[in-house]
């Protein structure tokens, strides 16, 4: 077996691969035919040789016969609302809290981290894999409450809640190739391709009823039931992207007996801790899968309940049905997390750390991060208070919702008023100043009228 280390230069005409190469070539193009068996034959001497590599006539593929790609909607959407030259557009696109002013200013008390950490941090030596591991060891009480010292539960930082997904996804691969990961729809437009990064497959279920704002509660169930031991069933633990719709402490509980069970892998991704109805209770399904099923999997985000979004802070943690399993699933995820990022970045978590472990500063940061979810919940009811069919945007929760708009009327908002919203009518609740709600539900109640 050659290693791809040995590759040759490259030809025009014609280049050398390794067998490696060859069967993923198999898989990917079939066009691509080429036999390298020959020259690789391996021989008692080949120990002792220069690994050879067998030529072969197909044609050379660069970096110019890269296919385009479709970007990420969200971020394409960021985007076109930056370079919209307008000044009184109204950005409620992608999910970032503004304040009443339209801005997103960091945290007092993350600000007093940083200083903190600025005159403190004697070194910037490697801390592992694993991260910052008291910055994981404060955010455990927070996420798990009273779970958080079950032995069976292991956790660590990562680079944001996606760094998580991904993390969590691979352990899932690694165990079982032939888990299917049961996804509501609509769901945040990153999930479906981190799972297919990892080559799971998808299984959608329903889960929001946009025309009615209500939750597909008796068809997500169903799928649960019919699905496999094994299957994966990814939930959004507290404010649902991008709908806003929660499970209410009720159905959480029934979709824990369901997802019990049928032998199901709850993977809960939660990124908005703190934004719905409160820090506590927004874990409360989080904590009601952890007691009841033996294998969990959380993809925990610091990103917005700290606004600390371009410091990518985030944790994965992993429940099992021992502690010895919970050590050798946490070993697989390091070794993953070294292969692709090798080390998570520190500085967001180490100062997300600095404030958990000051007993004044977690005070400020709770009434910090009230002061963010009184916003969300004072724009939601003056938007639902402005139109009957915006009603149901004060029954949800976080920062998103989803408006019964048509693609064309998205577009036409985009067009006529400077209002930038995703395609699928997905809108950031506190994306717009306090100034801009009056426009922003004037405009919209026009186009559903329209
Ligand atoms: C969003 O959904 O707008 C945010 O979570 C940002 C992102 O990464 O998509």
């Known amino acids: 077996m050659c290693s791809p280390a040995n590759r040759c230069p490259r030809e025009t005409e014609s280049r050398w691969i390794t067998t490696h190469e060859r069967h993923r070539d198999e898989r990917s193009d079939a066009a691509i035919q080429v036999d390298c068996f020959a020259s690789l034959a391996m021989t008692d001497n080949s120990r002792y040789s220069t690994p050879m590599l067998s030529e072969t006539h197909a044609r050379a593929r660069g970096l110019a016969n890269l296919p385009p790609v479709t970007s990420d909607s969200l971020l394409a959407l ?59 060891e404060l955010i455990g009480p927070i996420l798990l409450g009273s779970h958080a010292d079950d032995e069976r ?23 079982n190739r032939e888990a299917r990961v049961l996804v509501g729809t609509p769901t945040w437009p990153n999930h479906p391709p981190i799972i297919r990064a990892v080559g799971l497959e998808q299984f959608d279920y329903p889960y929001y009823e946009r025309g009615q704002a209500a939750i597909r509660f008796d068809e997500m169930l169903e799928t649960f039931r019919s699905a496999r031991p094994g299957d994966v069933a990814l939930l959004h633990g507290c404010c649902h992207n991008p709908t806003g719709a929660d499970l209410s402490e009720e ?3 029934e979709v824990t007996r369901v997802v019990s069970e049928a032998g199901l892998i709850p993977f809960i991704d939660i990124a908005y801790q703190g934004f719905g109805r409160g820090l506590e209770e927004d874990a409360a399904g989080v904590r009601m899968m952890v007691e009841a099923c033996d294998e969990v999997i959380i993809a925990q985000s610091c990103d917005k309940n700290f606004s600390v979004y371009r410091d990518r802070v985030g944790s994965l943690w992993v429940k099992t049905g021992s502690r010895e399993t919970t050590a050798t699933a946490i070993a697989h995820v390091c070794q993953r997390a070294r292969e692709m990022w090798s080390m998570p970045p520190d500085h967001g978590a180490a100062a997300v750390r600095i404030i958990l472990d000051d007993p004044e500063l977690s005070a400020n940061w709770l009434v910090e991060l009230a002061a963010m979810r009184d916003r969300i919940n004072s724009v939601r009811a003056r938007l639902a208070a402005a139109d009957p069919r915006l009603a149901f945007i004060g029954r949800q929760f976080g920062m998103f919702s989803m408006l019964p708009l048509s693609k064309e009327q998205v577009l036409k908002l985009r067009e006529s008023h400077g209002i930038y919203m995703a395609d699928s009518g997905r809108f950031n609740v506190v994306g717009m100043s306090d100034e801009a709600v009056d426009r922003f539900t004037t405009a919209i109640v026009d186009a559903m009228d329209g």
Request: with cysteine; hydrophobic share 40%; proline share 4%.
């Open 251 to 253: 159905q959480w509980r």
């Open 153 to 175: 539960i292991g956790g660590l930082q990562t680079p944001g809640g996606c760094g998580a997904l991904r993390l969590g996804f691979e352990l899932i691969a690694t165990a």
């Open 78 to 136: 960021i985007a076109m609302a930056n370079a919209d030259p307008r000044i009184d557009k109204i950005d409620v696109g992608v999910g970032v809290f503004r304040d009443g002013a339209g801005n997103t200013p960091i945290l007092k008390v993350v600000k007093e981290a940083e200083r903190r950490l600025l005159e403190t941090q004697s070194t910037k030596a490697y801390l592992g894999s694993a991260g910052d591991k008291r910055f994981a």
